[in-house]
């Protein structure tokens, strides 16, 4: 696996993928590598201008490629039922579904529901989202669900993981903040897979790092500053240290198509730091595999989002069969 790059990727013909956040970045690439091996992929994005550049862009670079794009925007639960909804309607399949979108170290602000922007859109959209496609995922089974998480998970730490813990109204800092948005991605990842083992074990639940890649992510926190010295520092960052969006991508796509990946699986890159490099198997921090706080943050993404993952009940799974 060490030396395994997107040209590995298995033909996927007659597969279907949904990418959040797929015009740009991390999501745009796993596209681009997802549609030119013939697999159907959903561009899941908030600014559909964008969006269609992308999807124009991957059908230039793959002529008949088959790909779609679909407004979401993460930090609204409307949208993400909406999204949800007819997804279900047009599609008979999902195959992966791939939680990508996020944002970086931006000043607190909420989003339309009223959640901590970071935590509402990295964690409690794609928990809504997932939940509300369950569904289709164990209709096509095998299927698997991967969330994109990042080494900042290492600087998340949580309260009680109640609703007003996560709102984070006290405290507040944005790196802080972030770090618990993607401590908060992996921690749903491995209690996802937890029950989907004990429920529906053809469906699995993985999660991967990109590492250090260059995306515009790391530039969004600096812009709504205003911080000149900021920005400079991520554009020389990207320059100097960085891998490519491409390659950052790879353990996305290791994650989202490699045969031997299992659920639970945490895949990132096996440089240096973990930074850059061919996707590995690797291990997250200690507190992502808190069994007991991964519960406490079920429980409370369903009272804040309403969706409650009806099919992983156990008397949801008795009566199906």
């Not at 990207?238 to 490519?244: D, E, G, I, L, R």
Request: aromatic share 8%; proline share 4%; glycine share 10%.
């Amino acid at each position: 696996m060490s030396d395994w790059t997107a040209d590995q990727i298995p033909d996927l013909s007659g597969k279907t993928f949904i990418v959040t956040g797929a015009n740009s970045g991390i999501g745009l690439e796993a596209t681009r590598a997802l549609a030119a091996k013939r697999a159907a992929v959903v561009l899941a994005c908030r600014n559909l201008e964008k969006g269609q550049a992308a999807v124009d862009g991957i059908r230039k670079q793959s002529p008949g490629a088959t790909v779609w794009l679909e407004r979401l925007d993460l930090g609204d639960l409307g949208s993400v039922r909406s999204f949800a909804e007819k997804f279900t309607r047009e599609h008979p399949r999902l195959d992966v579904l791939v939680n990508n979108a996020g944002i970086m170290a931006i000043p607190r602000r909420t989003t339309s529901d009223g959640f901590e922007t970071q935590m509402g859109t990295n964690h409690l959209g794609h928990f809504a989202l997932t939940g509300l496609l369950l569904g289709r995922l164990v209709e096509s089974a095998p299927a698997r669900v991967v969330s994109v998480s990042s080494m900042a998970h290492t600087m998340g730490k949580f309260g009680t993981l109640d609703a007003a813990d996560l709102g984070l109204e006290r405290g507040y800092t944005k790196w802080g903040a972030y770090g618990r948005s993607k401590l908060a991605n992996l921690l749903f990842a491995y209690e996802l897979e937890r029950r989907l083992e004990a429920r529906f074990p053809g469906v699995s639940s993985v999660a991967c790092h990109p590492g250090y890649a260059a995306t515009n992510l790391q530039a969004v926190g600096p812009e709504m500053t205003g911080s000149v010295v900021g920005k400079a520092l991520m554009t020389f960052g990207n320059a100097v240290f960085a891998q490519s969006a491409a390659a950052g991508a790879w353990p996305t796509l290791y994650a989202a198509t490699a045969p031997d990946v299992r659920g639970g699986d945490f895949i990132g890159p096996g440089g240096p730091f973990k930074m850059a490099g061919a996707p590995v198997k690797q291990r997250s921090n200690r507190a992502s595999h808190d069994v007991e706080a991964a519960r406490k943050l079920w429980d409370t993404s369903v009272q804040l989002t309403g969706v409650d993952f009806a099919l992983l009940r156990p008397e949801a799974t008795r009566a199906a069969v």
